[in-house]
């Protein structure tokens, strides 16, 4: 079956760096765009970057525009979010997804078919 696999995440002051990874088994992943995605306590699963299945196309929520950066490795079946600068607002758990549609619906969760499980990012003030 699918599998997406989170890694990296972990405890990070304010202005520091967690680079993220997902590792997908189980479907050829170099057909798919790949999103990130992230929620925080009370609040919905926002969109945070996707890139396409080549990986010449990228995506980036506003707030993490000029911080985040999505990379993939198709050779590898893995999908990374470099993140910089981090603030006390980033704090969230963190998913991976795989898209089953259209570049169109990037941003948009029902529109991916795989999740992973989510690791937790906390930023400390």
């Known amino acids: 079956q699918v599998q997406l696999v989170e890694s990296g995440g972990g405890l990070v002051q304010a202005g520091g760096s967690l680079r993220l990874s997902c590792v997908a088994s189980?479907?050829?992943?170099?057909?798919?765009?790949m999103g990130w995605f992230r929620q925080a306590p009370g609040n919905e699963r926002d969109f945070v970057a996707a890139?396409?299945?080549?990986?010449?196309?990228?995506s980036y929520a506003d707030f993490v525009k000029g911080r985040f950066t999505i990379s993939r490795d198709n050779a590898k079946n893995t999908v990374t979010l470099q993140m910089n600068s981090l603030k006390p607002e980033d704090t969230a758990v963190y998913y991976c997804?795989?898209?089953?549609?259209?570049?169109?619906?990037?941003?948009?969760?029902?529109?991916?078919?795989?999740w992973g499980q989510g690791t937790q990012v906390t930023v400390s003030s």
């Open positions: 997804a795989a898209l089953a549609g259209a570049w169109a619906g990037r941003n948009r969760t029902e529109y991916y078919a795989y």
């Open positions: 189980g479907l050829t992943f170099s057909y798919y765009t």
């Open positions: 890139i396409i299945w080549t990986g010449g196309t990228t």
